[in-house]
């Protein structure tokens, strides 16, 4: 049974960081494509950062370049993303999936992250 579970998430001020963990069961991360996603209230999902299965690449969406940081480490089996400079637009429900082809197979149940201004 695959289980992704998130956590790290919180209540922070804006400016400040967080470092959110998805430990992974099941399956072995290296031979995912690892992404992070949030969604926002009345908002759709979208996907924050990726990183490959191979060589480690990263992909970021446009809104959190240079602040975020999506990281794995093979040998504890999880992923981490770092989220610095938050801002009050960041505040969601963030999710942990695990993929290949193209296609996003397995979901965390999601970590809140809320930033007050």
């Known amino acids: 049974q695959v289980q992704l579970v998130e956590s790290g998430g919180g209540l922070v001020q804006a400016g400040g960081s967080l470092r959110l963990s998805c430990a992974a069961s099941g399956l072995t991360i290296s031979r995912y494509a690892m992404g992070w996603f949030r969604q926002a209230p009345g908002k759709e999902r979208e996907r924050v950062a990726a990183i490959t299965a191979l060589g480690g690449g990263t992909l970021y969406a446009d809104s959190v370049k240079d602040r975020f940081t999506i990281s794995r480490d093979n040998a504890k089996n999880t992923v981490f993303l770092q989220m610095n400079s938050l801002k009050p637009e960041d505040t969601a429900v963030y999710y942990c999936?695990?993929?290949?082809?193209?296609?996003?197979?397995?979901w965390g149940q999601g970590t809140q992250v809320t930033v007050s201004s």
């Open positions: 999936a695990a993929g290949s082809n193209r296609e996003w197979h397995y």
